[in-house]
């Protein structure tokens, strides 16, 4: 086994931090948190280490959850040195990297790229135990590295398949789009923006647009209960794809994607009426369609449309998911990103944005203009380009509307 101290298992409860751990000789000792796990086994976090305290709010996130837990605990000092979030997903499809060092595992209904090392000491453990989940249809639970979506423990699941395509809801719940003025549209991206989440401190009632790499769906699906709230009925555009975006909110300053989803809104332009996207990690206000299309990377990828009640959908008419009333789905899953975004933010390459990444905007910005090499261009490209701006994609969507 690659990692001999790790453990997969659900938290049973966590001691308040009046315990004390015990220090070597010529240490102080610290206080800490003690964890038990379902299975008995116990592990300690040290609260004389930042990031623990970070940690044992996840995990309490994660025990009243009943979602289960990868930790890795030294030997020695009893001490968690690491974190993860094991998924419960189904395998889709599997397929070897262009190099061959890996193979690319699709874990629905994830929309970021997985991969599967050759290096991996129990890569053909793993890689047999994906392939048996995709042929039979059952699920598996899967942890991932924090950064890279790198597969490090598999675990088959003794539970039935997951239920294939669910019944469409009512037709009451889907009714026509509801069309808004543009500064309406706007209003709307305003309200569901403002609830981005804080990179530190996060709320439980928080949107992470702020972690990219996945989660699109249930975002998307939280946007649209708050546009139904407030009284305007939206729709959905998905697009499938090899997808590719720079931003600012991941420590490699990009993302890859095999798709992507937002709401949009049916705008009235005068005469006539328009669809816009509204997508908070991607842009600063609401875009046309073709512009959404645009960043993403990919100009042979399928863009299709949807009624707001999907939850998720695969690409063409397969695979359909639709969450219940209540939005379980829905807040499972925000729950989810939300931890991911905390962990990220303990973790030692900080709370995005990260700076390290702003190189890019110029490039970008300099393959645009050798595209349109009119002076005026040259003087306007960076207009009304904030250096504050959230996200680098945000800054990239100036730039291309201006190309």
């Known amino acids: 086994m690659a990692r001999p101290n790790a453990l997969v298992d659900g938290i049973s409860n966590l001691s308040s931090p009046r315990e004390t751990l015990e220090a070597r000789p010529g240490e102080i000792p610290s206080r800490a948190v003690t964890v038990n796990f379902q299975g008995g086994r116990s592990g300690q976090l040290d609260l ?10 996840v995990l309490d996130s994660l025990r009243q959850a009943n979602e289960p837990v990868y930790v890795e ?5 009893n001490v968690i040195t690491e974190l993860l979030l094991p998924r419960e997903v189904r395998v889709g499809a599997i397929t070897p990297t262009d190099t061959g060092d ?3 595992v699709e874990l629905i209904i994830s929309q970021a790229r997985h991969y599967l090392r050759r290096t991996n000491p129990d890569f053909q453990q793993f890689f047999n135990i994906l392939q048996t989940a995709q042929e039979e249809g059952t699920p598996v639970l899967v942890t991932e590295t924090l950064d890279g979506y790198e597969i490090i423990d598999v675990k088959s699941l003794p539970k039935p398949p997951l239920e294939g395509v669910e019944a469409p809801p009512p037709v009451s719940r889907t009714p026509a789009p509801t069309s808004v003025t543009l500064q309406k549209a706007q209003d709307l991206f305003n309200l569901v923006s403002a609830k981005t989440c804080a990179p530190t401190g996060v709320p439980s009632t928080c949107i992470p647009f702020l972690y990219p790499e996945n989660g699109c769906w249930a975002r998307a699906h939280e946007m649209c209960r708050l546009f139904i709230d407030a009284g305007v009925q939206p729709e959905k555009v998905w697009i499938y794809g090899n997808l590719h975006a720079a931003t600012q909110n991941s420590p490699s300053c990009k993302v890859g994607w095999i798709y992507h989803v937002a709401p949009t ?8 009426s328009e ?3 509204i997508d908070p990690s991607l842009f600063l206000s609401p875009v046309r369609r ?3 299309f645009d960043v993403q990377g990919d100009s042979s990828a399928a863009l299709e449309s949807s009624d707001a009640s999907i939850f998720y959908k695969s690409k063409g008419s397969g695979y359909v998911e639709y969450d219940d009333a209540a939005y379980t789905k829905t807040q499972r899953d925000l729950t989810t990103y939300r931890n991911q975004l905390k962990l990220r933010s303990a973790s030692s390459v900080g709370p995005p944005p990260y700076s390290s990444c702003a190189w890019k905007v110029k490039a970008i910005a300099a393959r645009c203009l050798s595209k349109n090499p009119p002076i005026s261009v040259k003087r306007d490209i960076y207009a009304g380009i904030s250096p504050q701006a959230r996200t680098l994609r945000q800054q990239l969507a100036v730039i291309l509307s201006r190309c």
């Open 73 to 77: 605990i030294d030997p020695e000092t």
């Open 102 to 104: 890996a193979v690319e």
């Open 48 to 57: 004389a280490i930042p990031r623990s305290v970070v940690w044992a709010e």
């Open 275 to 277: 669809v816009y996207v």
């Open 290 to 292: 073709v512009i959404w």
């Open 265 to 272: 809104l049916l705008v009235s332009t005068g005469a006539t």
